[in-house]
């Protein structure tokens, strides 16, 4: 008799936890579904999907710098750095102003259908890596007449952070003959241009075959270009 008391309570136990892992997953806000926590992602204009519980429908959706809550579960406004009311319950979404490289979170927000009561997924974490990349690198003896023994190093490059550094070098045998280094502010999807002035020093013959080295640097991302010209 005490076995079946015991083998009883077992099941009923069983059944009641099954019973709120139901009523759990029936009642939970938004989850997100891609970009998982914790993914790296190379796209500035990264692509969100979530799910919804069959009672609820989605509403806002965040992305932040920073992962604080307010006790109703939104972001913090001064950490939102993008965000977008969804009025089709839709279940996709891409942020319409490109990300820079960086560490950021996103949450859903949903609404139940018969209260309209909103509620706000757990912040979800992912990271786009910064990435340089110099588009082309143009050097000619600078054209002026006053300055007839100068190069110009004409750089294009894009990058997917706020700052990054532009370096152009000259060297002659595995000697650096000359450096220079600026600091640029770069704009997603569009490209800048780096120029750079190098004079020949009287110790260095015309036709002198010289190396110039170009170097983009953001964060840990680096990329760098070697060219071989003679010297004006």
């Given at each position: 008799m005490g076995r079946a008391i015991t083998r009883l309570r077992a099941?009923?136990?069983?059944?009641?936890?099954?019973?709120?892992m139901t009523a759990g997953v029936a009642h939970a806000p938004g989850?997100?579904?891609?970009?998982?926590?914790?993914?790296?992602?190379?796209?500035?204009?990264?692509?969100?999907?979530?799910?919804?519980?069959?009672?609820?429908?989605?509403e806002t959706i965040y992305v932040a710098k920073a992962p604080q809550t307010t006790p109703e579960g939104l972001f913090f406004d001064?950490?939102?750095?993008?965000?977008d009311f969804l009025t089709r319950d839709e279940r996709e979404w891409s942020p319409s102003s490109a990300l820079y490289a960086g560490s950021y979170w996103w949450i859903v927000g949903t609404r139940k259908r018969n209260s309209f009561e909103s509620r706000y997924s757990a912040p979800s974490a992912f990271?786009?890596?910064?990435?340089?990349?110099?588009v082309s690198v143009w050097i000619r003896r600078y054209s002026y007449v006053y300055f007839p023994d100068s190069l110009d190093i004409n750089v294009t490059w894009s990058a997917n952070t706020p700052q990054l550094t532009v370096a152009a070098a000259v060297s002659r045998a595995g000697r650096r003959?000359?450096?220079a280094r600026e600091s640029e502010t770069a704009l997603i999807g569009s490209t800048?241009?780096?120029l750079f002035d190098w004079t020949k020093p009287r110790r260095i013959r015309q036709g002198s075959r010289l190396r110039v080295t170009v170097m983009l640097r953001a964060g840990t991302a680096t990329e760098t270009v070697v060219r071989t010209v003679r010297a004006p």
């Open positions: 099941i009923t136990c069983l059944v009641g936890v099954a019973a709120l989850a997100s579904v891609s970009p998982p926590p914790g993914a790296v992602v190379s796209s500035s204009h990264p692509g969100f999907t979530w799910t919804v519980p069959p009672n609820e429908a989605s001064e950490n939102v750095v993008d965000f990271r786009i890596p910064a990435s340089v990349r110099i003959l000359w450096s800048g241009t780096s």
